[in-house]
């Protein structure tokens, strides 16, 4: 996490200090050109390209470049206010800190659409405008609506309406804000245009409409829907709050006798019985609830290491996550044998070896089609990759209704 910190806090410590330089060289006249591509357009140009590739430090330095040569460049202001916004959801800032990035931030495409020379400008600056407000989620009750005046600000300029980025943020705004088909919608429509944003688009579409499917009813199942990698902490929270797997166990066949039994000599191992797995890293987790649950209910691959770590920040990868499927589905429905249905088969994919602790489980998730290859092309099932959260939310959803008819009324 220290890494990742320090990461933000440089960032901002550099757009800090450029404002401080800015500030004090009002009045200065603006630097001469280094080379022919030492330009305004060019490095604005080349800051967007960086914050596609996700390199904020240096979009941010292109930024300031461009501004460096013509500090009224309204394409360079409309670039920096998208790196400030993205800078105000650092994790660790306190709201006050947040407040105050965005308010730079709104300043800053402010500015940009004050300095427009033209359509492009304006419409680039209203683009900036969704971004910042989609992205910072402020102010907090009205972003949304602030997101869409400016969008339909944007397809009002000239060629705003066969321009995709319009289209493509505001899908985005909507998808934050889970509303879906509005999202959809806005996606397709930058898929017809088909004039950029279209590889990204149909990758988010088709997130969106796998969350769709699965139909997330935990508040927590919403915020997760749109991660990248699902980790363990999420994992449980969202078995226990989305499949309700304590209540599956209860009504499946792993009822829960609650009246007194005597033991068997031999038989009585307290601590066994009683106490759930120790994990000694979860005391101050605010998911501790959700983690002690999937302990107590004992779910294969969710277990702590032997060093008594839980380890809730891991990523879950796919693997792991077919053996949790598949634990779970033994467990409601009492088919022990479905554990080593598929020992000694071929297996069908080059990536999964049949001698591998999960190929069984692997196996039991795809004929059962609660997962997909990861590559169908190249027949791949990626077992080392992260789940997502909108796979993670599906799978749950086919999980459900696999399991509807073993259980009872």
Not at 274 to 280: F, I, W
């Amino acid at each position: 996490m220290k890494p990742i910190l320090n990461r933000w806090a440089s960032l901002w410590i550099a757009l800090a200090a450029t404002a401080l330089i800015v500030a004090a060289g009002c009045g200065k006249e603006p630097r001469k050109p280094g080379s022919a591509l030492d330009t305004p357009e060019h490095h604005a140009l080349r800051g967007n390209d960086m914050i596609d590739q996700g390199n904020w430090e240096d979009a941010k330095r292109e930024f300031d470049l461009a501004l460096s040569l013509d500090p009224e460049h309204s394409q360079a202001l409309s670039g920096k206010a998208v790196v400030v916004a993205h800078a105000s959801t650092a994790p660790g800032l306190s709201p006050d800190q947040r407040e105050e990035r965005f308010e730079r931030a709104r300043d800053l495409h402010h500015e940009g659409l004050n300095n427009s020379q033209s359509d492009a400008d304006t419409r680039v600056a209203h683009v900036a405008a969704i971004r910042v407000h989609s992205t910072a989620r402020m102010p907090a009750d009205d972003w949304l609506e602030e997101s869409r005046d400016h969008y339909e600000e944007a397809l009002d300029t000239e060629g705003g309406q066969a321009d995709p980025h319009p289209h493509f943020y505001m899908a985005r705004a909507e998808r934050n804000a889970f509303n879906l088909p509005e999202a959809s919608l806005l996606y397709q429509r930058v898929l017809s245009i088909d004039r950029g944003k279209t590889r990204e688009a149909d990758l988010e579409l088709s997130i969106v409409q796998k969350v769709i499917r699965a139909q997330p009813g935990s508040r927590y199942g919403k915020i997760v829907a749109f991660l990248e990698s699902v980790n363990r902490a999420d994992m449980a929270a969202l078995f226990i709050g989305e499949l309700q797997l304590s209540r599956l166990y209860t009504r499946g066949n792993q009822e829960i006798d609650t009246s007194f039994q005597p033991p068997e000599p031999g038989d009585f191992e307290a601590e066994r019985v009683v106490a759930a797995p120790e994990a000694t890293d979860i005391d101050e987790h605010p998911l501790r609830v959700d983690i002690q649950e999937v302990l107590r209910l004992e779910v294969v691959g969710l277990e702590p290491d032997p060093a008594h770590r839980f380890n809730p920040d891991k990523s879950v990868s796919r693997a792991e996550f077919a053996l949790m499927v598949e634990d779970i589905l033994v467990k409601v429905t009492g088919e022990t044998g479905v554990r080593t249905k598929f020992i000694g088969s071929p297996s069908p994919f080059p990536d999964v070896r049949n001698d591998l602790p999960y190929f069984n489980a692997v196996q039991t998730v795809i004929t059962r089609s609660l997962m997909e290859p990861k590559d169908k092309v190249r027949g791949l099932f990626g077992p080392l990759e992260p789940v997502s959260g909108a796979e993670a939310l599906l799978v749950i959803r086919l999980l459900k209704d696999e399991l509807r008819s073993y259980l009872r009324s």
